[in-house]
């Protein structure tokens, strides 16, 4: 089975800017979570998505959405780029949705913020 | 708020010895730690999950223990092998959501030949 994947894999963009980020689950996975990575917070988790549903959210602002198609692939939205928004961005998918159950991570997305 | 520290951010052990990584929890009390492996460019890898009932769990060459008095978790991996240099992440969970799990910020470990 083939992992999950995330496009791109690196990015560069300027502050104001805005940009969209793409995870494939594994196939059959309906649950999709979106984290955000840097050095000195750790992981941290913006949303998850099951079957099209937003199930839950962190403490993000608005400025981070997202959405789930039919076929479980997911985007990741950030609109007005801060320069704090530099990250490795992480998705990860699991087959139940159930925290206890194996999430799996893609290789993430790595966004610079000039 | 909730923490979870990884006191050690850098570990470095000589080949064959075992590796002990510590994770220490806050102001709260998770029901379940899980341990992850992350390399280089790579996204986090599950290793082993722990509930806050059981003293102890074991999967091939890693041990970790869950002790909720001391309020830590210790990751063991024995006979340790160059191949299991990588950042070590531990992570504490509430039941009911991926919203309620806090991350550590991560252990490398580097062993050394």
């Known amino acids: 089975k083939a992992g999950v994947t995330q496009t791109p894999r690196y990015l560069i963009k300027t502050r104001g800017q805005q940009v969209t980020l793409s995870c494939s689950p594994i196939?059959?996975?309906?649950?999709v979570s979106w984290y955000q990575q840097t050095p000195g917070q750790g992981l941290q988790f913006l949303f998850e998505?099951?079957?099209?549903?937003?199930?839950n959210k962190g403490n993000f602002p608005g400025r981070f959405s997202g959405r789930q198609f039919s076929n479980s692939r997911s985007e990741m939205n950030v609109s007005t780029l801060e320069l704090g928004d530099s990250a490795l961005y992480l998705c990860?998918?699991?087959?139940?949705?159930?925290?206890?159950?194996?999430?799996?991570f893609g290789p993430g997305t790595r966004l610079t913020v000039l | 708020s909730q923490k979870i520290e990884q006191n050690s951010e850098a570990l470095n052990i000589q080949e064959g010895k075992t590796a002990t990584l510590t994770c220490n929890y806050t102001?709260?009390?998770?029901?379940?730690l899980q341990w992850y492996r992350q390399d280089p460019g790579r996204g986090p890898v599950f290793l082993l999950l722990?509930?806050?009932?059981?003293k102890e769990k074991r999967k091939e060459r890693l041990k970790v223990t869950f002790d909720t008095t001391l309020k830590q978790s210790l990751f063991h991996i024995t006979a340790s092998q160059p191949a299991d240099s990588a950042t070590y992440l531990c992570?504490?969970?509430?039941?009911?959501?991926?919203?309620?799990?806090?991350f550590g910020t991560g252990t490398k470990l580097q062993v050394i030949p």
């Open positions: 990860a998918s699991s087959s139940t949705g159930v925290d206890t159950d194996t999430q799996y």
């Open positions: 196939s059959g996975h309906r649950s």
């Open positions: 998505y099951f079957s099209e549903t937003q199930r």
């Open positions: 102001n709260y009390s998770p029901a379940y």
């Open positions: 722990i509930r806050e009932n059981e």
């Open positions: 992570a504490g969970g509430l039941l009911g959501g991926y919203q309620k799990v806090t």
